[in-house]
């Protein structure tokens, strides 16, 4: 079968990919914008809102010979169906004819048009919706010029119906297109939202506890074609015509979504140009047009009170406000004074950028250990070798294919990962989720998004702390399931690293890189490793020297001078006062003080991805940029920009005149990056399916992808084939005494970290600090559920609800991190629970 | 002559054993004796068309069912909830194990996994009735595994349906049968199709009365069949008479026969004496509206004759109006009912409906004008043709052809 | 009650849930059910049918509401749906229900004073050749008048009274 076949569109040709939509293939080949409102390229077609209608003919074929009949010039005669026909759900065939601007298709969505606004209220000014609209572009094409239905005869229905804490619902805006819905049931699998009643009264409700409560809720609000839905965070902040666009890069995660900021100047921040909005940018490969909540409404620590705004000095033993004139040459000279013993630690949300300057600054000083932050799990240097392959998008898993996701509550690492894996299962792709305790993918590998399809996926729960033990023995312990992920086309094993120390989760990598390089599954696209580094960049703490085990080092053996540089020690570890007080000299540079002030000498504010120009290397090791679009907080600078004008300070080079100069400078001068610059990062090509253009498809204008589709770095199997397997390190788990059990850290998406509390709107939706005991631990113990509990590890100790259940392996609690105020331990550990109080009574 | 209501003709044929005694299970008993294949040639060659409504050639729509399929289902469509049937109600109620061994002869046909009973939600007792029949045809080997020592396993069951007249479109009915709203599918693919059917299973969809006719294609032969009626409608047909007339209720007579025999020589003619006929909606309210003149009257009752006056036979739901009925309250009833079922999927019709009656309402009022007649008449045309089921063209109908035949029922309301 | 765990259900649960190829298939038999138990389909039943069918309540709730036979409010003691349809209508229907309406004081789909009848009307019943006709809490009452009428309403008055002294005495 050939893949192209022809179709013609209003009496032209065009060679279109077989098996596609004909919305599609006419909007992609014939540019030609079949209106829709209903159909979505993402979801399945349901022909509900008849705004597609076309003429629809194809070759007339003889009853008996089945051959092609043909008019006198020998062209092929077209029979055309006698009704207009629905070109959403048409795939296309060889021969076929389309007709879109005859009289009758043009009656046709008129009538549409003006059944739709005969109940759907015509105040487009006020409307969140208002300008970026398909309804309201569609009527100004097609419509109807004026109402033929009387007014009074409107229904009148709720307008601000809440569907959770996100989202808005104003029903009588909603055209019944369902997209929020099929959104929900088909991309998400959580099937939250339906329609209630039927005919006129057909409403979008849910009876979900909580309502409309998932990660992904925010993305309706792009595809809904109205202005029917609306965030909390956005609804009525904006018109949209007023809003500047600029292209950004999710700080929160290794997916690196790419995002567009809407900016508008605004009177409550001094007129100065703020984020109303965060929306998906399409990246097909990234985030396809998919962003989670967290990243689209977690923007709200970028302009927070309590950003650091001025450098500030210890003199005289109090920390005192300064300004860059002065704090430069005294942090240089006490940098100076530390004699080469210098070292860094850098967060994972430092731009590559930053982290360049700030690597040549500590090396420039004669140091050398380079901290990654958090260190809690490593394989960075496995995944950059036999991680997934060049070209990789997750989109294209399916029938075949296999994911083995392991040691991850992917979820809350990683949610856009955990969707668009999910939805890879869905078409077909075997899905196996490995893990000491349940987590919420396991529910889609065992059962499916709904009861009644048939899915292809398998669970394995292992022991406390065995991931590693899993991994290297799968095929020993679960022969049926190994098999399956070794036969399978293509194969991505994702792995965390819950439960797991530092060594352990490297041990992981290389037993999971291990199995891909066995079974032939690496150096080719959509095959290799995934990790779930911490962060937005924990690739590119990898790619310019910054690692796990150095951060170890300089916990155990403390420099004299220490620059912490965008991580948040002392909310993330419990030992990090102890060690600290150690280091004669802290230099912390950050966004907002995590308490690191009693300890620092200088703490000197630093800017947001929204201030400036960066890049990031997400997990699957494509290098991103994003781009400024806020102006300063205070007189914070670009991370790379002090550290950069340090090294001038020290005589050591030039500051370089933009992040773009300094991406210049790195290239040239790491491998990894060699030929990446900001010109190379800002190219785009037409994405497939194309919501750009006149935005026929979507609700919503910030699409496009204007600012660069980015470039990934090959991985060495990328470059010359075939690895070897290599053994897997030593490692170290604790060992358990009698009375204690395994304290393992876990990740929540919403939680109390510093630049998440001033997202107030989530606020509710972080849960209070809780831990999940094994039920026969609990029982043995005396601990219910509910009951106030202390784990005590080392040196952290905290209080938390105890969630007992069955769904954990024994001996082990999973304690998330940062929802408590004081740090948990940084990994697992040994540690001991006991009851303190026990669980208020429902109702009390 | 009753093939269909022989609960008429036979006292308890409703029990099992006074059913076998009438020649009961003997089609069962051919067709097991026959290839799958051969007996869709017999229901082929019987003539036989659906009674759901569209008379679709029964034979025909089994023989697209892919024979490789592994899994396969029979629906069998009991929602009968057009305004003016309650024939199939009479079939399940007085000649039950007719339509079970008839959807048995089908699901052997094409080599069904199971059959399931769609009932509309009010015929829960016809429902538990039908349950208690299958319970005794599996006690004596006729339903479940190795029906009739063949080796042909088939489960039978009801499912009841709650209050959609929706369900009874046939796409509908496999969605509600599966616990999704009640509202049509895609098509292609059709039911009959991998991925269209029950469970993306291909099935069939037929009409109790459709599948009640089985029996006796089987027991009596194709030619037997096809001897009644007209040429191309063979067979008997229920016809369901209802409003002004004397004797109403279902009447089988052969296709073909005239309205005049069965309004006047069966139905008693009208109701009251001084009032004579003035129209008749031959399908429910789904199919277009006809003055009962003399032309009508003659007019046989079959697929084919019935395009010729404008209308359709449908699933012969005859409902009759004497000259007092207005006919602008008349397409008010059906507009409600269609506003009131309309599932709401698709936009002209979910609005279309929702529009017109407020229209209408509006003329019936004394509120309306002449423009809001023209105004009905064109977001009628604009509905039709362009929703998603059929029942888009059905709300249409009884706008424009009472429109068409009676401009002046509607015009008394606008003129003052 | 419950429909989860109460014994007067659960072999009709179970039989529902295993006649279907999918859980989600028995949603409507199951509704019923929670009908039955609660007189109308309240949100613990809800909870319960989506609880035993694996479903989020959303997904059930959508289905009840878009069902007619599926109360989402309390009913009276007697649920008196009238057909109104054009058949009946023919027949008389129409003013049997106003007058069925007037006769009970209460406005369309409203419960009288006492709490005995609610009234509403409904499409055709497939029993166009017995109108004026209702359906009694899903029981066709067919060939309906006034007479007729005033003497169900009383005997039904009745026997709800009888077995409310039934239950009080228990
Ligand atoms: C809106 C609508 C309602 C329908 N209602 C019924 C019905 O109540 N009973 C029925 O048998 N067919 C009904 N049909 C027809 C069915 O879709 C289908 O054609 C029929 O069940 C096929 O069976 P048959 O071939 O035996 O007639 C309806 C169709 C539409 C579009
Ligand atoms: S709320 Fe928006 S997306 Fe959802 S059905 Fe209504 S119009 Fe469509
Ligand atoms: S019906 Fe095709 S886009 Fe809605």
């Given at each position: 079968?050939?893949?192209?076949?022809?179709?013609?569109?209003?009496?032209?040709?065009?060679?279109?990919?077989?098996?596609?939509?004909?919305?599609?293939?006419?909007?992609?080949?014939?540019?030609?914008?079949?209106?829709?409102?209903?159909?979505?390229?993402?979801?399945?077609?349901?022909?509900?809102?008849?705004?597609?209608?076309?003429?629809?003919?194809?070759?007339?074929?003889?009853?008996?010979?089945?051959?092609?009949?043909?008019?006198?010039?020998?062209?092929?005669?077209?029979?055309?169906?006698?009704?207009?026909?629905?070109?959403?759900?048409?795939?296309?065939?060889?021969?076929?004819?389309?007709?879109?601007?005859?009289?009758?298709?043009?009656?046709?969505?008129?009538?549409?048009?003006?059944?739709?606004?005969?109940?759907?209220?015509?105040?487009?000014?006020?409307?969140?919706?208002?300008?970026?609209?398909?309804?309201?572009?569609?009527?100004?094409?097609?419509?109807?010029?004026?109402?033929?239905?009387?007014?009074?005869?409107?229904?009148?229905?709720?307008?601000?119906?809440?569907?959770?804490?996100?989202?808005?619902?104003?029903?009588?805006?909603?055209?019944?297109?369902?997209?929020?819905?099929?959104?929900?049931?088909?991309?998400?699998?959580?099937?939250?939202?339906?329609?209630?009643?039927?005919?006129?009264?057909?409403?979008?409700?849910?009876?979900?506890?909580?309502?409309?409560?998932?990660?992904?809720?925010?993305?309706?609000?792009?595809?809904?074609?109205?202005?029917?839905?609306?965030?909390?965070?956005?609804?009525?902040?904006?018109?949209?015509?007023?809003?500047?666009?600029?292209?950004?890069?999710?700080?929160?995660?290794?997916?690196?979504?790419?995002?567009?900021?809407?900016?508008?100047?605004?009177?409550?921040?001094?007129?100065?140009?703020?984020?109303?909005?965060?929306?998906?940018?399409?990246?097909?490969?990234?985030?396809?047009?998919?962003?989670?909540?967290?990243?689209?409404?977690?923007?709200?620590?970028?302009?927070?009170?309590?950003?650091?705004?001025?450098?500030?000095?210890?003199?005289?033993?109090?920390?005192?406000?300064?300004?860059?004139?002065?704090?430069?040459?005294?942090?240089?000279?006490?940098?100076?004074?530390?004699?080469?013993?210098?070292?860094?630690?850098?967060?994972?949300?430092?731009?590559?950028?930053?982290?360049?300057?700030?690597?040549?600054?500590?090396?420039?000083?004669?140091?050398?250990?380079?901290?990654?932050?958090?260190?809690?799990?490593?394989?960075?240097?496995?995944?950059?070798?036999?991680?997934?392959?060049?070209?990789?998008?997750?989109?294209?898993?399916?029938?075949?294919?296999?994911?083995?996701?392991?040691?991850?509550?992917?979820?809350?690492?990683?949610?856009?990962?955990?969707?668009?894996?999910?939805?890879?299962?869905?078409?077909?792709?075997?899905?196996?989720?490995?893990?000491?305790?349940?987590?919420?993918?396991?529910?889609?590998?065992?059962?499916?998004?709904?009861?009644?399809?048939?899915?292809?996926?398998?669970?394995?729960?292992?022991?406390?702390?065995?991931?590693?033990?899993?991994?290297?023995n799968l095929s020993a312990d679960h022969p049926a399931i190994a098999e399956r992920l070794s036969g399978a086309e293509n194969l991505v094993i994702v792995a965390g690293a819950e439960g797991l120390t530092l060594s352990g989760s490297q041990a992981l990598a290389q037993g999971a890189a291990n199995f891909l390089i066995e079974s032939e599954h690496i150096g080719r696209r959509n095959n290799g490793l995934l990790l779930t580094l911490p962060g937005a960049n924990g690739m590119g703490l990898h790619y310019l020297g910054f690692t796990p085990a150095a951060t170890l080092d300089i916990m155990a053996n403390p420099p004299k001078a220490l620059i912490v540089a965008q991580a948040e020690l002392l909310d993330d570890d419990p030992v990090a006062r102890s060690w600290l007080s150690q280091v004669e000299t802290v230099i912390y540079a950050n966004l907002f003080d995590d308490g690191i002030s009693e300890l620092a000498d200088y703490v000197?504010?630093?800017?947001?991805?929204?201030?400036?120009?960066?890049?990031?290397?997400?997990g699957e090791r494509r290098v991103q940029r994003f781009y400024t679009a806020q102006g300063p907080i205070g007189q914070s600078l670009p991370a790379w920009k002090l550290f950069g004008g340090l090294r001038q300070e020290l005589g050591a080079g030039h500051l370089k005149p933009s992040a773009a100069a300094v991406m210049l400078d790195l290239s040239a001068n790491v491998d990894s990056f060699t030929g990446i610059s900001y010109k190379e990062l800002a190219k785009v090509k037409r994405e497939f399916p194309d919501v750009g253009g006149r935005d026929q498809y979507y609700g919503g204008t910030a699409y496009t992808n204007t600012g660069g589709l980015g470039i990934q770095i090959p991985s060495a199997s990328d470059k010359r084939k075939g690895r070897r397997p290599r053994r897997v390190g030593g490692y170290e788990q604790p060992s358990l005494e009698e009375n204690e059990v395994l304290i393992m850290p876990v990740t929540r998406l919403?939680?109390?970290?510093?630049?998440?509390?001033?997202?107030?709107?989530?606020?509710?939706?972080?849960?209070?600090?809780?831990?999940?005991?094994?039920?026969?631990?609990?029982?043995?113990?005396?601990?219910?559920?509910?009951?106030?509990?202390?784990?005590?590890?080392?040196?952290?100790?905290?209080?938390?609800?105890?969630?007992?259940?069955?769904?954990?392996?024994?001996?082990?609690?999973?304690?998330?991190?940062?929802?408590?105020?004081?740090?948990?331990?940084?990994?697992?550990?040994?540690?001991?629970?006991?009851?303190?109080?026990?669980?208020?009574?429902?109702?009390? | 002559?009753?093939?269909?209501?022989?609960?008429?003709?036979?006292?308890?044929?409703?029990?099992?054993?006074?059913?076998?005694?009438?020649?009961?299970?003997?089609?069962?008993?051919?067709?097991?004796?026959?290839?799958?294949?051969?007996?869709?040639?017999?229901?082929?060659?019987?003539?036989?068309?659906?009674?759901?409504?569209?008379?679709?050639?029964?034979?025909?729509?089994?023989?697209?069912?892919?024979?490789?399929?592994?899994?396969?289902?029979?629906?069998?469509?009991?929602?009968?909830?057009?305004?003016?049937?309650?024939?199939?109600?009479?079939?399940?109620?007085?000649?039950?194990?007719?339509?079970?061994?008839?959807?048995?002869?089908?699901?052997?046909?094409?080599?069904?996994?199971?059959?399931?009973?769609?009932?509309?939600?009010?015929?829960?007792?016809?429902?538990?009735?039908?349950?208690?029949?299958?319970?005794?045809?599996?006690?004596?080997?006729?339903?479940?595994?190795?029906?009739?020592?063949?080796?042909?396993?088939?489960?039978?069951?009801?499912?009841?349906?709650?209050?959609?007249?929706?369900?009874?479109?046939?796409?509908?009915?496999?969605?509600?049968?599966?616990?999704?709203?009640?509202?049509?599918?895609?098509?292609?693919?059709?039911?009959?199709?991998?991925?269209?059917?029950?469970?993306?299973?291909?099935?069939?969809?037929?009409?109790?009365?459709?599948?009640?006719?089985?029996?006796?294609?089987?027991?009596?032969?194709?030619?037997?069949?096809?001897?009644?009626?007209?040429?191309?409608?063979?067979?008997?047909?229920i016809y369901c008479v209802s409003g002004h007339v004397k004797r109403s209720g279902n009447y089988e007579l052969p296709m073909g026969t005239t309205f005049r025999e069965l309004l006047y020589d069966h139905a008693g003619g009208p109701l009251y004496e001084d009032r004579p006929f003035k129209a008749m909606l031959p399908s429910g309210g789904s199919g277009p509206i006809v003055p009962l003149t003399d032309e009508v009257l003659d007019t046989p009752m079959s697929y084919e004759d019935c395009a010729n006056i404008g209308t359709i036979i449908g699933s012969a739901s005859i409902i009759v109006m004497d000259e007092t009925v207005d006919m602008t309250w008349v397409a008010s009833k059906v507009t409600k009912f269609f506003k009131h079922e309309s599932c709401g999927k698709c936009t002209p019709c979910r609005e279309g409906t929702y529009w017109l009656d407020k229209v209408i309402d509006r003329i019936l009022d004394g509120r309306g004008?002449?423009?809001?007649?023209?105004?009905?008449?064109?977001?009628?045309?604009?509905?039709?043709?362009?929703?998603?089921?059929?029942?888009?063209?059905?709300?249409?109908?009884?706008?424009?052809?009472?429109?068409?035949?009676?401009?002046?029922?509607?015009?008394?309301?606008?003129?003052? | 009650?419950?429909?989860?765990?109460?014994?007067?259900?659960?072999?009709?649960?179970?039989?529902?849930?295993?006649?279907?190829?999918?859980?989600?298939?028995?949603?409507?038999?199951?509704?019923?059910?929670?009908?039955?138990?609660?007189?109308?389909?309240?949100?613990?039943?809800?909870?319960?049918?989506?609880?035993?069918?694996?479903?989020?309540?959303?997904?059930?709730?959508?289905?009840?509401?878009?069902?007619?036979?599926?109360?989402?409010?309390?009913?009276?003691?007697?649920?008196?749906?009238?057909?109104?349809?054009?058949?009946?209508?023919?027949?008389?229907?129409?003013?049997?229900?106003?007058?069925?309406?007037?006769?009970?004081?209460?406005?369309?789909?409203?419960?009288?004073?006492?709490?005995?009848?609610?009234?509403?009307?409904?499409?055709?019943?497939?029993?166009?050749?017995?109108?004026?006709?209702?359906?009694?809490?899903?029981?066709?009452?067919?060939?309906?008048?006034?007479?007729?009428?005033?003497?169900?309403?009383?005997?039904?008055?009745?026997?709800?009274?009888?077995?409310?002294?039934?239950?009080?005495?228990?």
């Open positions: 079968m050939s893949d192209t076949v022809t179709i013609n569109v209003d009496g032209k040709d065009y060679q279109v990919a077989a098996g596609s939509n004909l919305v599609d293939a006419a909007k992609w080949h014939a540019g030609n914008d079949i209106p829709v409102f209903c159909y979505h390229p993402k979801m399945e077609p349901v022909g509900m809102c008849r705004m597609c209608l076309v003429e629809l003919g194809s070759p007339a074929r003889d009853r008996a010979s089945g051959e092609v009949m043909r008019n006198e010039d020998g062209s092929p005669q077209i029979r055309y169906f006698p009704k207009l026909q629905t070109a959403c759900t048409t795939t296309v065939s060889d021969g076929m004819h389309v007709k879109t601007n005859t009289q009758e298709v043009i009656d046709a969505r008129n009538d549409v048009l003006e059944f739709l606004l005969s109940s759907h209220p015509l105040d487009c000014p006020i409307c969140d919706k208002g300008g970026e609209c398909p309804l309201q572009n569609l009527t100004m094409r097609h419509g109807p010029q004026s109402s033929r239905m009387y007014f009074e005869d409107k229904q009148l229905l709720e307008k601000h119906y809440p569907l959770g804490d996100l989202i808005f619902l104003d029903r009588e805006r909603c055209i019944q297109c369902a997209r929020c819905v099929r959104f929900q049931d088909e991309v998400v699998g959580d099937d939250v939202l339906a329609f209630h009643e039927r005919g006129r009264r057909l409403q979008i409700i849910t009876n979900s506890e909580p309502g409309f409560d998932t990660y992904f809720s925010g993305n309706t609000t792009d595809i809904c074609p109205v202005g029917a839905l609306t965030t909390t965070d956005f609804r009525f902040g904006a018109r949209p015509w007023e809003l500047n666009e600029v292209p950004s890069i999710s700080p929160w995660d290794a997916a690196g979504e790419n995002i567009s900021l809407s900016m508008r100047l605004d009177r409550d921040f001094d007129g100065k140009a703020v984020i109303k909005r965060v929306m998906p940018r399409q990246n097909e490969r990234v985030n396809e047009i998919w962003i989670s909540d967290k990243t689209r409404f977690g923007h709200h620590f970028t302009r927070s009170d309590d950003r650091l705004r001025q450098p500030m000095m210890r003199t005289g033993g109090a920390l005192r406000e300064s300004n860059w004139g002065a704090a430069l040459p005294a942090l240089a000279s006490a940098l100076q004074a530390a004699d080469g013993d210098v070292a860094a630690i850098a967060g994972s949300s430092m731009s590559n950028e930053d982290l360049w300057e700030l690597r040549q600054l500590v090396e420039d000083l004669g140091g050398s250990r380079l901290g990654a932050w958090m260190p809690t799990q490593g394989g960075a240097e496995i995944a950059s070798e036999v991680g997934v392959g060049f070209g990789t998008n997750l989109g294209q898993l399916g029938r075949g294919d296999a994911i083995l996701v392991i040691a991850s509550d992917l979820e809350e690492e990683v949610p856009i990962w955990h969707l668009r894996l999910k939805q890879a299962q869905d078409r077909g792709a075997y899905l196996v989720v490995a893990n000491a305790r349940h987590t919420r993918l396991e529910d889609f590998a065992v059962q499916g998004a709904r009861n009644d399809k048939v899915v292809e996926g398998d669970a394995i729960r292992y022991g406390a702390g065995d991931a590693v033990e899993a991994m290297r000197m504010p630093i800017q947001s991805f929204a201030e400036r120009d960066g890049s990031y290397v997400n919403y939680n109390r970290q510093r630049n998440f509390r001033p997202t107030l709107m989530l606020e509710p939706r972080i849960l209070s600090p809780f831990a999940i005991v094994n039920a026969d631990d609990a029982a043995a113990m005396g601990i219910s559920d509910g009951d106030i509990v202390e784990i005590v590890a080392g040196e952290s100790r905290v209080r938390v609800r105890a969630a007992v259940s069955e769904e954990i392996a024994a001996r082990t609690v999973a304690l998330p991190r940062h929802l408590t105020e004081e740090a948990i331990p940084l990994t697992v550990t040994a540690g001991r629970i006991r009851m303190v109080a026990e669980a208020i009574a429902a109702g009390g | 002559m009753h093939i269909l209501l022989r609960g008429r003709d036979i006292d308890n044929i409703k029990q099992l054993a006074v059913y076998e005694k009438h020649d009961g299970f003997a089609g069962m008993k051919k067709a097991l004796a026959m290839t799958p294949a051969e007996v869709i040639d017999v229901v082929k060659a019987s003539g036989l068309r659906g009674r759901g409504g569209a008379g679709f050639p029964t034979g025909v729509k089994w023989s697209f069912i892919p024979q490789h399929e592994p899994v396969k289902f029979v629906t069998i469509n009991a929602d009968e909830s057009e305004t003016g049937t309650f024939k199939d109600r009479e079939i399940m109620e007085e000649n039950p194990y007719q339509l079970i061994e008839g959807s048995l002869i089908c699901a052997y046909a094409i080599q069904a996994k199971a059959v399931y009973i769609y009932l509309r939600g009010e015929f829960w007792d016809i429902g538990d009735q039908l349950d208690e029949c299958i319970e005794a045809l599996r006690e004596k080997g006729f339903v479940g595994k190795n029906i009739m020592g063949s080796g042909y396993d088939c489960e039978v069951y009801t499912h009841l349906g709650a209050g959609a007249y929706i369900c009874g479109e046939e796409s509908a009915l496999l969605n509600s049968l599966e616990g999704y709203l009640g509202q049509p599918r895609v098509r292609p693919p059709f039911p009959a199709q991998k991925g269209g059917g029950l469970y993306k299973e291909a099935t069939v969809v037929n009409n109790v009365e459709t599948l009640a006719n089985v029996p006796y294609i089987m027991s009596e032969g194709a030619d037997a069949f096809k001897a009644i009626g007209t040429e191309q409608s063979a067979g008997n047909k004008s002449p423009d809001d007649v023209k105004r009905i008449a064109d977001v009628a045309e604009n509905m039709a043709g362009t929703t998603l089921c059929a029942l888009g063209d059905f709300a249409a109908n009884p706008i424009i052809h009472t429109i068409r035949h009676f401009p002046d029922d509607f015009a008394q309301h606008v003129q003052s | 009650m419950a429909i989860i765990g109460n014994s007067k259900y659960e072999e009709r649960i179970n039989h529902h849930i295993a006649k279907y190829e999918t859980k989600r298939s028995a949603v409507m038999p199951l509704l019923y059910i929670a009908q039955e138990e609660y007189g109308w389909v309240n949100q613990d039943g809800i909870n319960e049918v989506a609880q035993l069918l694996n479903l989020d309540p959303t997904q059930v709730k959508s289905i009840a509401g878009f069902y007619t036979m599926y109360s989402e409010k309390p009913k009276g003691v007697y649920w008196l749906q009238v057909c109104t349809d054009l058949p009946c209508a023919l027949q008389g229907a129409d003013d049997f229900h106003a007058w069925l309406k007037e006769e009970l004081g209460v406005e369309e789909g409203g419960t009288s004073a006492d709490g005995m009848f609610t009234v509403e009307h409904v499409m055709c019943l497939a029993a166009c050749d017995k109108a004026p006709m209702l359906q009694c809490n899903f029981r066709y009452v067919e060939d309906l008048d006034q007479n007729k009428m005033r003497e169900l309403l009383a005997k039904w008055r009745a026997e709800a009274a009888a077995s409310m002294n039934g239950r009080s005495a228990e």
